[in-house]
């Protein structure tokens, strides 16, 4: 099959950026729960993907089954990961952070299970999708150049979520404490911060970005009882890629993979479903604690 | 009846222990049918359609038949061939059934064949559609359908009206390049050039870099297999892709607008012209009270799965007649052969030489019914009698 489309095409590399862009956006929503959990607290939680499973279900509930509003249901959406995140961390993960990281792992693999189980019994294993209101349906041409709404709702989104959570870590004092919590925690409950307290608030608002990922996504990625097995991988290459001292990594390396993996498809569709490891391997290779990874972690 | 394996193990206890003394437990009164199926995983729909017909069919027809007592032991497997196999080896040596029945997916059907074999026990296929599977053992039958029974006449079709270029779009795995094979065959034998082909990861997340892909090659229209589960997902996008406003049409075996699913596909899917065995909206009496006593009962519509687990179960009952209550295996597939009758999907038989289901092939296009204001699969032309060509090109 030789490749009749023009390759050069202005329109088509656009609107392939575009889609590019939406991708990665949503990947980074959901994955930098986990870049916080990982790199700044250091625990590795495989059930990451649970909480974003748990918000795409809510929202679609609360849509499909009592009318709400798409736009409202979005913020429940993450106070209900939130919310399941922080009962979650008092009861269960607070006891693992000074636990060995494959006790981490095994722990958290388990409850990802359980979460697979659960939803597939209440729910069923079929694909559930949420009913969008028409103005974020079909797709309108810029200069040619195609834009689906509901990708260009996400970029907005999660884009303004970015800004605010740089903003957020960098100039506030709960910025300040989680740092100082992260890299010297004897050092900063010393000075006073609940340290406990601050890392339960930034584990909860992790699960609740997952959540309102999870629901995000639904429309693109497809919402279904192994979402949370499914995409584990994805979450994980872009912490990986991006290295987990900070979020900017995180934000480039799921830019960098969402193009890569749209652009990989559409250009090299044979090749497609393995771009998006190939680029993982190559940076890893390059820079072994990926993009912006400090080259001495803890 | 139906229960499952604990269940059933304990009731045989249970009648030991109470007939104790009286008479010996007899075995032979009793024919027992092993169900394999999805009832877990991202197949559960498959087998729960399966499992409801069955029950549908012997809540119709009674539990006894050439005046032995019918037992049905439901195994899950979750489309998991290493779990069929296990299933099938404690069905057939603990439990000792007649008949291993249902399987979801070709690996599974596969992996259970040996089995068969060995055992000399009737393998009824109730699902899975890859041309191969009944040749891999004598005692396999299937009542489901080929993919190449649908992907030919979808090829034929298209030629036949006014459909040039068309693109492909097929999940990597053996279905889906069965499917993309016999139709390319047909519809290229025919005067048409597939202009594009693109083979997506089964698990794949975003059609959308593919899409667009299909879009910018202007065929007229996309030639699609994609495992029912997915067809919601693939037809949301294709519309968001505004495919549908550029006028290219959808085309493909009937999985992607399977009735299970089509109704929550929303208006984008109107139109799509897909081949296929079964239709919940398929015109016969007969059909009309299958649908309306599966609804009743299960309160869903019933879809192709549903039908050839009515028609499986159907046929076991037929070949258990023949042999005037013989359950020897390979008196039982002869019994099979050569079966003829009406289905809720119109008329079907059982190939003597394959062994395979003969059945019609009906072009059909989606619309939205004017009774009840659902997505129905309307048929509006017929192939009769299509055996599965995937063999008989040999």
């Known amino acids: ?298 | 009846m139906f229960e499952h394996k604990t269940f059933s193990r304990a009731a045989a206890i249970a009648a030991i222990a109470g007939l104790a003394g009286l008479s010996p437990a007899r075995a032979e009164d009793t024919v027992k049918i092993g169900l394999i199926l999805p009832m877990t995983g991202g197949q559960a729909s498959t087998g729960k359609q399966i499992e409801n017909a069955i029950k549908l069919y012997i809540q119709q027809n009674g539990e006894t038949v050439a005046g032995k007592k019918v037992e049905i032991i439901v195994k899950d497997d979750a489309a998991i061939p290493d779990k069929t196999k296990t299933a099938a080896q404690e069905l057939i040596v603990n439990d000792k059934v007649n008949f291993i029945a249902g399987f979801g997916v070709t690996p599974a059907a596969l992996a259970a064949a040996p089995l068969a074999t060995q055992a000399k026990i009737p393998e009824i296929v109730m699902a899975a559609g890859t041309s191969i599977i009944t040749e891999r053992s004598p005692y396999i039958v299937r009542t489901s359908f080929t993919l190449a029974q649908s992907s030919t006449i979808i090829g034929d079709w298209a030629v036949q009206n006014g459909i040039k270029k068309v693109a492909t779009l097929t999940s990597d795995y053996a279905p889906g390049n069965d499917a993309l094979n016999f139709f390319k065959q047909n519809f290229t034998a025919g005067g048409g050039e597939v202009v594009e082909e693109v083979k997506v990861p089964l698990q794949n997340p975003d059609f959308a870099p593919f899409l667009q892909r299909m879009k910018d090659a202007k065929p007229d229209a996309i030639f699609v297999f994609v495992p029912a589960g997915q067809g919601g997902n693939f037809m949301k996008q294709y519309a968001e892709r505004g495919l549908d406003k550029a006028g290219i049409k959808v085309i493909g075996p009937g999985d992607v607008t399977d009735d299970d699913l089509l109704n929550n596909m929303g208006d984008a899917v109107i139109g799509t012209v897909t081949a296929h065995l079964y239709s919940a909206a398929h015109p016969s009496q007969m059909n009309k009270d299958f649908v309306a006593a599966y609804k009743k009962a299960f309160n869903s519509r019933p879809g192709f799965m549903a039908v050839s687990g009515y028609d499986g179960i159907h046929l076991i009952y037929e070949a258990l007649k023949k042999t005037g209550g013989d359950t020897d295996g390979t008196k039982l597939v002869e019994a099979m052969k050569g079966q003829k009758w009406e289905s809720p999907r119109g008329p079907i038989s059982i190939d003597p030489e394959t062994r395979d289901i003969v059945q019609n092939i009906y072009i059909r296009r989606v619309a939205r019914s004017k009774s009840d204001g659902e997505l129905y699969n309307v048929e509006f032309q017929v192939f009769e009698a299509v055996k599965d060509l995937g063999k008989t090109k040999k």
């Open chain 1, 1 to 298: 099959m030789s490749i009749r489309i023009d390759p050069v095409s202005m329109t088509s590399i656009l609107t392939n950026l575009f889609d590019g862009v939406a991708y990665g956006m949503l990947l980074f929503v959901i994955a930098c729960g986990l870049a916080v959990t990982l790199g700044l607290m250091n625990f590795v939680n495989l059930a990451h993907g649970a909480f974003a499973m748990a918000g795409g279900y809510v929202c679609m509930l609360l849509v499909n089954q009592h009318g709400w509003p798409f736009f409202a249901a979005l913020p429940l959406a993450f106070v209900s990961s939130a919310v399941i995140g922080i009962v979650l961390e008092r009861t269960l993960y607070r006891h693992l952070y000074a636990r060995s990281h494959l006790d981490q792992v095994l722990f958290t693999i388990g409850l990802a299970f359980m979460s697979v189980a659960a939803v597939d019994y209440i729910q069923g294993s079929s694909r559930v999708f949420i009913n969008l209101p028409a103005a974020l349906q079909g797709q309108f041409d810029v200069f040619g150049v195609g834009i689906g709404r509901y990708r260009l709702m996400i970029i907005v989104i999660c884009g303004l979520l970015t800004i605010g959570l740089q903003m957020v870590l960098a100039k506030t004092r709960f910025g300040s404490r989680l740092r100082a919590a992260v890299d010297d925690p004897r050092a900063a409950s010393g000075l006073g911060i609940n340290v406990p307290q601050v890392f339960a608030f930034t584990f909860a608002f992790g699960c609740g970005l997952a959540g309102l990922g999870g629901a995000l996504s639904a429309e693109i990625l497809g919402l279904d009882p192994y979402f949370p097995l499914k995409f584990m991988i994805y979450f994980l290459i872009v912490v990986t890629v991006g290295g987990s001292s900070s979020i900017t990594g995180p934000f480039l390396a799921s830019l960098l993979l969402g193009i890569g993996d749209v652009a990989g498809k559409y250009y090299v569709p044979k090749m497609g479903p393995f771009v998006i490891y190939t680029m993982m391997i190559v940076i890893l290779i390059w820079r072994p604690n990926g993009l912006f990874g400090r080259t001495a972690a803890r």
